[in-house]
């Protein structure tokens, strides 16, 4: 013992002090990581305090995201409900649905990581406000108001904002969801629900429902760099121009690569693609197994590129961080009209679940429901997941992918849903067994060897 107390205290010596590596001096100052958490590590001055107010004002279900998409975690520390994720263990069905609608996911730990401030997806996940720095509010995405402003830190509200639990009268199977476009799946469930079996409902199925689909605005390269779908960047942080013809005004744009393949002529696949114009900045930083233990292959991007406003600048500056050649199946320019969105959340918004309260492990609230429907709600599914209409339990399923869903009949109801960690009540039982086995063995054992 004396020599471990010894040893330990050799290596501190040699370690942190002065005398030896110093490392001592790589520590922090006391506070920073506060600082740097409540500012979003300066971008966004008085994010805390906007959170604060938020919740201060509004007692209601609700999401919260942010222009800046680093610092997962904030949520745990200020408290709230987020859109931006970062777990060892993340839900699957949420990933799945992440990277089917092509939210530029590369990694298991990232479930969802703001959903690129897309306008559809993070309306459907119930997020209502969004917190940005004043020169950032070219980010906000449509249909947000301005609501509230601490010094530079502005807070906009989301005027389509879909309550946590909402009613679909029809639904699509899975074979006609996935021959969707990643945006028209978007859009598809701002209208129906998407199903894995629908032998679980009772409602009728919809054969022909709207879906906006993209534009697919024409646009020319200045330099012809881009030959066969293939581009050769001959220097790092090189960049490609593209000049886009008649973009509409009140649009979502939108910057889309199917497979999207990178040669660095070594074993190294990691780059970053930054995309710039009119005021808007994005960027999609791909790891590879090198760089990351949780690297997913996902060659297909889709790139937020905010709201058309008039006279909207048509110049789309791609800067490639590494250079190599990169090619592609198709690089398209899309253009989504806001025009049929707001009446779509409107729609669902109708009979929307109320007197909503949540806890940890349980949801309740009331709907009043004009037809048979699902009832769906925006919480992970899990098979712990229990579901009581009018005290009388009945069945969970899966909806759109990532969601606990369940069959209502017309009419007034109070819906209570109940999470219990799945085989823990049973896990409990066996473990008082073993342990009870455990010390008969014992007694039996000392009891032999008396006899003895």
Not at 31 to 40: M, N, Q, R, S
Not at 306 to 315: H, M, P, W
Not at 354 to 370: F, M
Not at 384 to 400: S, T
Request: hydrophobic share 35%.
């Amino acid at each position: 013992m004396l020599l471990v107390i010894a040893n330990i205290f050799v290596l501190s010596v040699e370690l942190y002090y002065t005398q030896g590596k110093d490392y001592v001096n790589e520590f922090i100052d006391s506070g920073t990581v506060e600082e740097k958490c409540a500012t979003v590590d300066g971008k966004i001055e008085n994010f805390k305090e906007a959170v604060e107010y938020i919740k201060e004002n509004d007692k209601s279900f609700y999401r919260i995201t942010k222009k800046d998409t680093t610092y997962e975690n904030l949520s745990i520390i200020y408290d709230y409900n987020p859109i931006q994720l970062y777990f060892s263990l993340g839900n699957g069905n949420v990933y799945n649905l992440s990277c089917n609608l092509e939210d530029n996911c590369y990694s298991h730990t990232k479930c969802v990581n703001g959903g690129d401030r897309r306008t559809k997806f993070t309306t459907l996940l119930s997020n209502k406000y969004f917190i940005c720095d004043k020169d950032d509010s070219r980010y906000i995405p449509y249909g947000y108001t301005f609501y509230h402003q601490i010094e530079n830190t502005l807070i906009y509200r989301n005027e389509n904002y879909i309550p946590l639990g909402i009613i679909y009268d029809s639904y699509i199977t899975k074979e006609q969801y996935e021959s969707l476009s990643p945006l028209e799946k978007e859009d598809a469930l701002l209208t129906t629900v998407m199903l894995e079996d629908k032998n679980k409902v009772n409602i009728s199925n919809v054969q022909n429902i709207t879906i906006n689909k993209p534009i697919n605005l024409k646009y020319r390269e200045i330099g012809d760099l881009i030959q066969n779908n293939t581009l050769n960047i001959i220097k790092n942080n090189e960049s490609i121009e593209l000049i886009i013809d008649e973009i509409p005004a009140n649009c979502e744009l939108y910057l889309s690569i199917d497979n999207l393949k990178y040669d660095s002529g070594n074993n190294r696949t990691d780059f970053k693609i930054t995309a710039q114009i009119d005021g808007i900045t994005n960027s999609e930083d791909v790891k590879d197994f090198i760089s990351s233990a949780y690297y997913m292959d996902n060659p297909n991007f889709l790139m937020n590129l905010g709201i058309t406003k008039e006279n909207q600048d048509n110049r789309l500056k791609l800067t490639f961080n590494k250079k190599g050649t990169y090619s592609f199946d198709g690089l398209q320019i899309l253009a989504i009209s806001m025009e049929e969105y707001e009446e779509k959340v409107e729609k669902l918004n109708a009979n929307a679940m109320q007197n909503i309260s949540y806890g940890n492990n349980y949801i309740s609230g009331t709907i009043n429901s004009n037809n048979d429907g699902i009832l769906q709600i925006t919480t992970s599914y899990s098979n712990g997941w229990k579901a009581y209409v009018d005290g009388n339990e009945i069945e969970v399923f899966k909806v759109n992918e990532a969601f606990i869903g369940i069959n209502v009949e017309a009419g007034e109801h109070t819906v209570e849903f109940k999470y219990e960690t799945p085989y823990l009540k049973l896990g409990f039982i066996f473990s008082v067994i073993g342990i009870v086995g455990f010390v008969c063995i014992i007694v039996s054992d000392r009891k032999r060897k008396n006899n003895i």
